[in-house]
């Protein structure tokens, strides 16, 4: 059993979510909400966008992964990390 000891030296030294990936600054900042998008080209159909959304922004219809919510978006990222075939952008 491991456990992590806070020490003034490494306590910020695990990286956060947002840091262990580049992300663009959301484009829609007046509106205050993400905007979501799905290259339909690249998109492989495998609908694990629509399995790890905990906002449920995405849906799987007749194969295809299409966006349902886009302004419920958090921006948790948790979709793009996911997605095997990098079609989802968020920004």
Not at 4 to 17: C, K, M, Q, V
Not at 49 to 58: D, H, K, S, Y
């Amino acid at each position: 059993m491991s456990r992590r000891i806070d020490h003034p030296d490494t306590a910020n030294a695990w990286p956060s979510r947002k840091d262990r990936i580049d992300r663009p600054e959301t484009a829609d900042k007046d509106k205050g909400r993400a905007i979501v998008r799905i290259d339909a080209d690249a998109c492989e159909d495998t609908g694990v966008c629509a399995m790890v959304c905990p906002e449920g922004v995405f849906v799987l219809r007749q194969g295809h992964a299409h966006v349902v919510k886009p302004t419920a978006c958090t921006e948790c990222w948790i979709c793009v990390e996911n997605c095997v075939s990098g079609a989802i952008a968020i920004g």
